[in-house]
C-alpha cells in the first residue's frame, strides 16, 4: 500500500469495510509526527494473562490523533493492534480533559489549552 495521510485512509475505511481500522500497523499510513508513546504498561485480564498497552499521539497539522495500543506479545511493535480512541482538532473547541493533560505531560500544550509549536 502506498502512503497516504490518516484522513484519506479513515475515509477509506468508511468506503471499504474490508480495511481493519483495529489493527492498521502493517499499513504505511502517515498520521504525522509521532509527539508521545507513553511506556508500555501491563495489567492482568481475567485469565491470567498479561495485556500490554501504551498511548500513542500524533499530530497532523492542527489535529491530534491519539491511539491506544495494546498486545499480549512484546516481541515486536507489530504484535500491537491500534485503536484510535480520539481526533481533536483545534478549531473545534474544547478538549477532553484526559487529552489535554496527555498533551501536557509530553510537553505539546500548557495548562489551560495554549498549543505549543
Same mark, same amino acid.
Given at each position: 500500500?502506498?502512503?497516504?495521510?490518516?484522513?484519506? %485512509?479513515?475515509?477509506?475505511?468508511?468506503?471499504? &469495510?474490508?480495511? $481493519?481500522? /483495529?489493527?492498521?500497523?502493517?499499513?504505511? +499510513?502517515? @498520521?504525522?509526527?509521532?509527539? %508521545?508513546?507513553?511506556?508500555?504498561?501491563?495489567? &492482568?485480564?481475567? $485469565?491470567? /494473562?498479561?495485556?500490554?498497552?501504551?498511548? +500513542?499521539? @500524533?499530530?497532523?497539522?492542527?489535529?491530534?490523533?491519539?491511539?491506544?495500543?495494546?498486545?499480549?506479545?512484546?516481541?515486536?511493535?507489530?504484535?500491537?493492534?491500534?485503536?484510535?480512541?480520539?481526533?481533536?482538532?483545534?478549531?473545534?473547541?474544547?478538549?477532553?480533559?484526559?487529552?489535554?493533560?496527555?498533551?501536557?505531560?509530553?510537553?505539546?500544550?500548557?495548562?489551560?489549552?495554549?498549543?505549543?509549536?
Amino acid at each position: 500500500m502506498a502512503e497516504m495521510k490518516w484522513r484519506d %485512509y479513515y475515509e477509506q475505511l468508511l468506503v471499504n &469495510k474490508a480495511i $481493519d481500522i /483495529n489493527n492498521d500497523l502493517s499499513t504505511q +499510513v502517515n @498520521y504525522g509526527e509521532k509527539i %508521545y508513546s507513553s511506556a508500555v504498561m501491563s495489567k &492482568k485480564q481475567f $485469565d491470567g /494473562n498479561l495485556m500490554h498497552f501504551r498511548w +500513542v499521539v @500524533y499530530k497532523y497539522n492542527k489535529e491530534y490523533l491519539v491511539f491506544y495500543e495494546e498486545s499480549k506479545n512484546l516481541s515486536s511493535s507489530a504484535n500491537f493492534t491500534r485503536k484510535l480512541v480520539r481526533e481533536f482538532s483545534w478549531e473545534k473547541g474544547a478538549m477532553s480533559f484526559a487529552l489535554e493533560m496527555l498533551l501536557v505531560s509530553c510537553g505539546k500544550l500548557q495548562r489551560g489549552g495554549v498549543l505549543l509549536s
